[in-house]
């Protein structure tokens, strides 16, 4: 029997693990009411029967009183409490995303994929939902800044045109240092700008590069370029160190595409086979079929060994080269079978590597099948060596001004404390940045652009492939597009971006179709999709040649002993951007389930041997780091996320954890994100972590439940034989429920679930879940209406992992209903489990006898309190609540209602429009944004509905089925597509 687990300890000895669960919550409890309650026992008692009594009383009968201002002439397009939608696009720290936007009442409210879009189409990743919050942020720049104090545009202008001018005149060098620019009309207008100043530079300078990839390809195929792949079309992939459905290049669509090809209902169905090789456990490490643990500096001589032993089953000579210690016969065969169906990949930056990757997909075939040649990624177009040209002319004086947009490379970069001095004593530095930053603390002037929901922009995130972006709110504070700055300091006569962009699409972009009369038309119609896809690719000419790989192959170096430490970007943080981002920081780590804290994952091994447990603390390279324990966690190897220890970022972001870009270094041109040979050293000390991967058991219950792809289509029941036993012997007192109009109901394939957290970030997004900050969470109060598990299986060393979304169940015979003392819990009649909030007094009677523990309870006033300084303790920050969703006080139980506003407002538009409701029409936010199509919400009394056929699946089982609570949630049994 296969046993599940959350934590090493619970692993050793589940008893006693159970114990000391029981004993920290017990002290906890105790620690708090020492802390919260001044009064004494007799006090307390001698007050609570008045005190309970008049709260109630108050609370239900007194409501906050919101004044509202009627418009004096009202905007044709605003209808007061209905929503508008705008299309745009989302494009930060490399990640592209085609959004709708949600406004009520001229605020920005919620983020959706846009379906039109074939990059990402309809699924988003919890930064893009996040990215609503950045709008209403604090730290915002409101005014035009001179070394530091607020000034006008107007002075701005007229003393950095005096510099430009007299910097050109002398013909010393200025670089406008960019990241990646993904707009074509922003490359225009970038054009413009340096014709005025030929003594100006461009440059792009990404804090993760893809250097390794583009300068592979510039040896392999003539083009520096990334690729399209399609792992849709790969019936095997495998990855060395590329955490692609996480934060690797385009992870919404290779989300999609992944899990598309892995969702199995009908034994006709195919499924793909995913081997990954990577040092920490990511995300797409733990839903992968075969994983293998290595050290970085074994990747490549695994790839080296993998192209050789390819070479040998197809016949062809080897070369000679390092010989892995890893198995790949399973894998060799496996690929060989599948020629022109398979997809190799890695996330190494290194050009030798990538230029053997190349060799290994043209041995097999996978170009023009799962690697397009047609169109090109133009995500991550920064070169490492170049930046490091520039930062030797800039520390040598041979660079006079710097204009940054995008970028910090003080915080980001290595050397940054030397950009930083470099910048501080140059003679014109200019920032664009919409929020501080270190790197902006060190120039001259700030130029604040507005928020990508305030401005007009464009796209083209693959070759031929474009997006519109449009404000769908007037601009907040005193802010300008760094287009119409360039453009401005140009000298043009008018610098308005918008008329520049639409002229630019209507000359450029334009592509005369029948449906399309004119111009105009055209503008108005991708304003409106927000999409536009024309047939342009790269040049046919493209063929791929081994110029390199000889000199690739030599240059590999054995595997070093000793400690590695590896670098990644984890699903919130990233490269650091999104520091100041409270729902981010409080995202739990898809994995080690820690949030607020970056951490030094460790091997269990390791740590069993030299006594070191969970929160001690570590050095590495001179650096304390907090300890995590990690199962999966490569022999001799450390992983630290990036995108912590900001210094420059605003309330939430300041000193949370520690800056690990410093650590990396800079080899043959290309960012290098692992080191060899790391000192580590233990210490006394203790850190404290928010650790949430504890606060839920399976108790010993099949509430995860697997099978393999092969025994699957031998027995589509198979892994699941538990659930007809369980149905045939339920004996209740319960009444039968009947539903006569609707019966809402979810289904979550747990093979198409990749554990990315979307959902909840989602969630939390549209009903107003409020950050409870690190020392709640460590108290086991986070309060996110939707958790995605995590268990583990068989060895720690190496564990199968199984992601879990749990939300409220909406049981038809719900345990909470029957238990609450005032009908705060009642039960609708289309099958959904309510909570009215003005009714809850705070027993907490329901939160104790759920048996899903789903329910969240309010233990402080979380809004409008000093102690919670987050995201809504400021009126800024409060624009982004969902008037939809009531905000809930102090006291009150709360918990997911199947998003039932969005429900009702679907119901209602149905009936204005004299149809039903078609099947899918209504989508709950965690459904709605779901990257993998993991979840599926409909109407269990339509059986032609997707739901009824999913609840109808052999797959098909409910969570604790044997209590007979009835769930209206079901889940697909995982499936693995093992080789046999």
């Known amino acids: 029997m296969v046993k599940y687990w959350r934590s090493l300890d619970e692993l050793k000895d589940p008893v006693a693990f159970k114990k000391n669960e029981l004993k920290l919550e017990v002290d906890t409890k105790r620690e708090l009411f020492k802390k919260e309650s001044a009064s004494s026992r007799r006090d307390f008692l001698k007050t609570f029967g008045f005190s309970v009594a008049a709260a109630a009383v108050v609370a239900s009968c007194k409501k906050p009183i919101d004044k509202a201002i009627p418009y004096l002439i009202k905007p044709e397009e605003v209808t007061p409490g209905m929503a508008n939608y705008y299309a745009s696009t989302y494009f930060d720290a490399n990640e592209y995303c085609s959004v709708l936007v949600k406004v009520r009442d001229g605020r920005p409210i919620k983020i959706e994929g846009n379906n039109l879009s074939s990059v990402s189409q309809q699924g988003t990743t919890a930064r893009v939902q996040a990215s609503v919050l950045n709008l209403y942020d604090d730290a915002r720049f409101k005014t035009p800044l001179k070394q530091g104090s607020a000034t006008a545009w107007e002075e701005v202008d007229a003393e950095i045109v005096q510099k430009l001018a007299e910097l050109k005149a002398e013909n010393r060098k200025v670089v406008l240092l960019t990241s990646t620019i993904i707009s074509p009309s922003t490359k225009k207008v970038i054009g413009e700008f340096l014709e005025e100043y030929p003594n100006a530079e461009w440059l792009q300078y990404d804090a993760v590069s893809a250097t390794g990839i583009l300068k592979a390809n510039q040896a392999s195929f003539g083009k520096a370029f990334l690729p399209d792949y399609h792992f849709e079309k790969a019936k095997v992939i495998v990855s060395f160190g590329a955490d692609f459905l996480g934060t690797w290049l385009s992870p919404v669509e290779y989300t999609k595409a992944y899990t598309a090809g892995r969702r199995v209902l009908e034994t006709s169905d195919e499924m793909n086979r995913h081997y990954q090789f990577e040092t920490g456990m990511t995300v797409t490490g733990s839903n992968a079929d075969v994983r293998f643990p290595v050290k970085p500096s074994e990747e490549a001589v695994i790839i080296a060994d993998l192209y050789n032993q390819l070479l040998s089953a197809k016949g062809m000579a080897p070369v000679s080269g390092q010989k892995s210690s890893v198995d790949l016969s399973a894998l060799v065969e496996d690929l060989i079978e599948n020629e022109g169906e398979s997809l190799v990949v890695s996330g190494s930056n290194d050009e030798n590597v990538q230029i053997i990757v190349n060799a290994i997909n043209n041995l097999l075939g996978n170009y023009g099948s799962a690697i397009s040649l047609k169109k090109t990624l133009n995500t991550r177009q920064g070169l490492d060596d170049e930046f490091e040209s520039f930062l030797s002319e800039l520390n040598s004086g041979n660079i006079s001004g710097v204009l940054c947009w995008g970028v910090n490379p003080v915080y980001n970069h290595p050397k940054g404390e030397t950009i930083k001095t470099a910048l501080e004593n140059i003679f014109l530095s200019v920032s664009f940045a919409d929020r501080k930053d270190e790197t902006t603390a060190a120039c001259q002037f700030v130029c604040p652009e507005p928020h990508y929901l305030e401005a007009w922009n464009d796209a083209e995130p693959k070759s031929g492939v474009y997006s519109l972006a449009q404000p769908t709110i007037p ?57 536009f896809e024309s047939e342009q690719e790269i040049s046919q000419n493209i063929s791929y040649s081994e110029n390199g790989l000889e000199n690739a192959l030599s240059a590999i170096q054995p595997a070093s002993s000793g400690w590695e430490i590896a670098f990644y970007e984890n699903m919130g943080m990233v490269n650091g951007n999104f520091a100041n981002n409270p729902w981010l920081q409080e995202l739990p780590d898809p994995i080690a389930k820690i949030s607020w804290d970056n951490f030094a994952a460790v091997p269990v091994r390791w740590a069993e041997e030299n006594g070191v447990a969970n929160e001690s603390v570590i050095t590495v390279n001179g650096v304390e780091l907090p300890v995590f324990v990690q199962p999966g966690q490569a022999p001799d190897t450390i992983s630290v996320a990036l995108g912590y220890g900001r210094q420059v970022a605003g309330k939430v972001g300041e000193g949370v954890g520690k800056n690990m870009f410093a650590q990396t270094i800079v080899e043959n041109g290309a960012k290098k994100f692992w080191l060899a040979g790391a000192e580590v050293v233990k210490t006394e000390k203790t850190y404290k972590l928010a650790l949430s991967q504890t606060h839920h058991s399976m108790e010993g219950r099949p509430i995860v439940r697997e099978t393999t792809y092969d025994e699957w289509k031998i027995d589509p029941a198979s892994g699941n034989e538990k659930h007809e036993e369980v149905e045939d012997h339920h004996v209740t007192l319960y009444p039968e429920p009947e539903f006569k109009g609707h019966h809402w109901g979810m289904a979550v394939d747990l093979s198409s679930c990749i554990g990315c957290g979307n959902c909840a970030i989602s969630c939390q997004a549209e009903n107003n879940i409020q950050v409870i900050g690190k020392e709640q969470v460590r108290n086991r109060r986070i309060m996110h209406w939707i958790r995605v598990d995590r268990y583990f299986s068989n060895d720690a060393e190496n564990p199968e992992v199984y992601h879990q979304p749990v939300m409220c169940q909406h049981c038809d015979n719900a345990p909470c209903e029957n238990v609450c003392p005032v009908s705060a819990t009642p039960h609708s009649e289309e099958g959904l489990n309510q909570m009215a909030y003005n009714r809850c007094v705070g027993t907490k009677y329901c939160v104790n006898n759920c048996p899903y523990r789903v329910r969240r309870f309010n233990w402080f ?39 039932v506003q969005r429900i009702q407002e679907k119901k209602a538009q149905a009936k204005v429009d004299g149809r039903p409701i078609e099947d899918g029409e209504i989508q709950p936010a965690c459904v709605q944004s779901c990257p993998g199509n993991a979840l599926v919400f409909g109407d269990l009394n339509n059986s032609e509905s997707k739901i009824s056929k999913l609840f109808k699946n052999k797959r098909n089982y409910h969570l604790l089925e044997e209590l007979h609570t009835l769930p209206s949630v079901g889940y697909l049994t995982k499936v693995r597509n093992k080789k046999a």
């Open 475 to 531: 601009k907040l504070f005193d802010s300008r597009q760094p287009q119409e700055s360039l453009a401005r300091w140009s000298g043009t006569e008018s610098p308005d971006f918008y008329t520049f962009l639409k002229n630019n699409w209507e000359n450029e972009i334009f592509v005369q179709q029948d449906e399309f009369a004119n111009t105009q038309m055209f503008w108005n119609d991708a304003l409106q999709k927000g999409v």
């Open 861 to 899: 006033q979380y809004i409008n309190n000093d102690e919670f300084d987050y995201a809504s303790n400021s009126e800024l920050g409060r624009m982004v609540l969902n008037p939809d969703v009531t905000v809930r006080s102090r006291g009150v139980v709360e918990k997911c209602s199947f998003c």
